[in-house]
T-cell receptor
Framework: GIQVEQSPPDLILQEGANSTLRCNFS?????LQWFHQNPWGQLINLFY???GTKQNGRLSATTVATERYSLLYISSSQTTDSGVYFC????????????FGKGTSLLVTP | NAGVTQTPKFQVLKTGQSMTLQCAQD?????MYWYRQDPGMGLRLIYY???????DKGEVPNGYNVSRLNKREFSLRLESAAPSQTSVYFC???????????FGQGTRLTVV
């Protein structure tokens, strides 16, 4: 099946800093989502972005499908951004479901 | 709109006991999924139902059964719980394949 690698695995930031999270995948995809798992365990949809660029407030994402990667940008980080960020992808060979990376664990300190 | 609702939120079982995790969605989605999440891991697919009346195995189906009761509801059953099934279980739904998926709040299951 399709492999998903996220980097870095862990990240510690001070409030106000910017960061870039990366998701590499091993095959072409027709679906890609970014999720934020908050400290209470909820999975929150951030972006549905199989290609192109989207922005939502301080967060933005870019997927370059031809080069098999996606980036999640967090600007002016806040403590509420802490948690784990997951990238999940899908293609016609992945069994009609999303395949998840292992996530990037982000801690934003005051 | 409740979205995807899972019950219960927490459960402790003894080894060998059985239980059913319930999932319901109110978004009129065709496809529903069960995932498990273990520490330090991403989510792994247990079973899915691409449409009402169909179910298929995912990456880690052993020890589980599912039922797509109707379009809204998709249940996951553990017939004889084992400590290796201690995990957080997530249900998800989406309109069809390749569309945006939405997740429930999770069920934290401990098997002792």
């Amino acid at each position: 099946g399709i492999q998903v690698e996220q980097s870095p695995p862990d990240l510690i930031l001070q409030e106000g800093a910017n960061s870039t999270l990366r998701c590499n995948f091993s095959d072409s995809v027709n679906n890609l989502q970014w999720f934020h798992q908050n400290p209470w365990g909820q999975l929150i949809n951030l972006f549905y972005i199989p290609s192109g660029t989207k922005q939502n407030g301080r967060l933005s994402a870019t997927t370059v499908a031809t080069e098999r990667y996606s980036l999640l940008y967090i600007s002016s980080s806040q403590t509420t951004d802490s948690g784990v960020y997951f990238c999940a992808v899908e293609n016609s060979n992945s069994g009609y479901a999303l395949n998840f990376g292992k996530g990037t664990s982000l801690l934003v300190t005051p | 709109n409740a979205g995807v609702t899972q019950t219960p939120k927490f459960q402790v079982l003894k080894t060998g006991q059985s239980m059913t995790l319930q999932c319901a969605q109110d978004m009129n989605h065709n496809s529903m999924y069960w995932y498990r999440q273990d520490p330090g891991m991403g989510l792994r697919l247990i079973y899915y139902s691409a449409s009402e009346g169909t179910t298929d195995k995912g990456e880690v189906p052993n020890g589980y059964n599912v039922s797509r009761l109707n379009k809204r509801e998709f249940s996951l059953r553990l017939e004889s719980a084992a400590p290796s099934q201690t995990s957080v279980y997530f249900c998800a739904s989406r309109r069809d394949s390749v569309t945006e998926a939405f997740f429930g709040q999770g069920t934290r299951l401990t098997v002792v």
